[in-house]
């Protein structure tokens, strides 16, 4: 490691090391990963299984709904109602319970001043 790189790992704030040590640190960091990585993992399940059936499974996909409709536009269209979904699940998830953790470790930091 340089020695510039080495200078800037040094100068962040001693009370920062405190807190990632404590429990109510750990258990943020255990409640974000418990949301995101299911999350990331389903979502980027049905964006490849939307992809795999694009490529293999082209006379199902073609399939006509409605009119010109077809079951590959409704996979495509759903690839953005998840988004927004998920999107507002995490906002929901993050208010209920990451926020007050992060508010209490943030007094705690304020106070270790």
């Known amino acids: 490691m340089s020695d510039t790189q080495h200078d800037q790992a040094e100068r962040h704030d001693p009370v920062y090391d405190q807190l990632a040590a404590t429990d109510e640190f750990k258990e943020l960091r255990r409640a974000y990963r418990s949301f995101v990585f ?3 993992i389903a979502f ?3 964006y490849l299984l939307y992809v795999v059936m694009s490529n293999w499974a082209t006379g199902f ?3 006509r709904l409605v009119g ?3 079951v590959a536009l409704v996979f495509g269209l759903l690839q953005f109602v998840t ?3 998920l999107a507002w699940l995490y906002s929901r998830y993050s208010t209920a319970k ?3 953790l992060a508010r209490h470790l943030n007094d705690h930091y304020e106070t270790g001043r």
């Open 98 to 100: 990451l926020d007050p």
């Open 44 to 46: 980027l399940a049905w």
């Open 38 to 40: 299911p999350a990331t």
């Open 83 to 85: 988004t927004f979904a």
């Open 61 to 63: 996909m073609n399939i």
């Open 68 to 70: 010109n409709i077809n």
